[in-house]
């Protein structure tokens, strides 16, 4: 049995019973929290003690989204699902690009979102035991510490990885020099490969991309209708 907490935030009662319940049964802590700026405060008091945080779109006081760019603000590595009626494709992508790890699109199987939590702690717990290996990968100029998940460039400033940059960034270090399929990447960290995790996978690699733009010589190339390569050319 688990004992992660998770910080659950979700108006709608019924729903809200439901999750929690089932997730309780799954040996997780819950604190279901019905707005976002009650959330935002618990979170601010008890940061240290969540290993994840479930978020509705819509709530009242402070949204889904805002709540997930204050969060980010003060933690960039603990993992953020969104659960969302939002239809539009848009909504979702918004949602990875303020710093979202997934969503989950209403109505989701309870078993769907087991999976994904699980798919998230079980990184946690690999990073935080795995001290058998060297843990850290040169590229470029840059220094990519994959237990802590960070990103040191050049000029020495630190970027604090989220959850999905971190797996994203170790599964090219892994095949450097390699294009790697987009139907590949996406399997490997979705476990799925259709067009709407493909528009989720481009938003990462644009946030990868911005943190790689200091060393001219470290790329992530597009290859088109094909999918991506890193490289890094010696200097």
């Known amino acids: 049995m688990s004992s992660k907490k998770i910080l659950f935030v979700e108006d709608d009662p019924t729903l809200g019973f439901v999750v929690k319940d089932h997730l309780t049964l799954e040996g997780y802590i819950i604190e279901w929290i019905k707005d976002g700026q009650t959330a935002f405060e618990t979170f601010e008091k008890e940061e240290n003690n969540f290993d994840l945080c479930i978020f509705d779109v819509m709530l009242p006081k402070l949204d889904g989204f805002e709540l997930a760019q204050k969060v980010r603000a003060k933690n960039k590595q603990i993992p953020i699902l969104f659960l969302t009626a939002k239809s539009l494709q848009e909504d979702r992508l918004h949602a990875l690009r303020i710093g979202a790890d997934d969503y989950l699109t209403k109505p989701f199987s309870i078993e769907e979102l087991v999976l994904k939590i699980e798919v998230f702690l079980r990184r946690s717990v690999i990073s935080q035991t795995d001290n058998s290996k060297n843990s850290s990968i040169k590229i470029g100029n840059y220094i990519f510490d994959i237990k802590n998940m960070s990103l040191l460039s050049p000029s020495q400033k630190k970027h604090s990885l989220t959850s999905r940059e971190a797996e994203l960034l170790e599964l090219f270090c ?62």
Do not use: C, H, M
């Open 174 to 235: 892994k095949n450097k020099e390699q294009v790697l399929r987009r139907e590949f990447i996406l399997t490997e960290l979705w476990g799925d490969d259709d067009y709407f995790l493909g528009r989720s996978l481009d938003v990462f690699i644009s946030r990868l991309r911005k943190y790689l733009k200091e060393d001219s010589n470290v790329k992530i190339e597009n290859i088109p209708r094909v999918g991506f390569k890193i490289t890094a050319k010696a200097v």
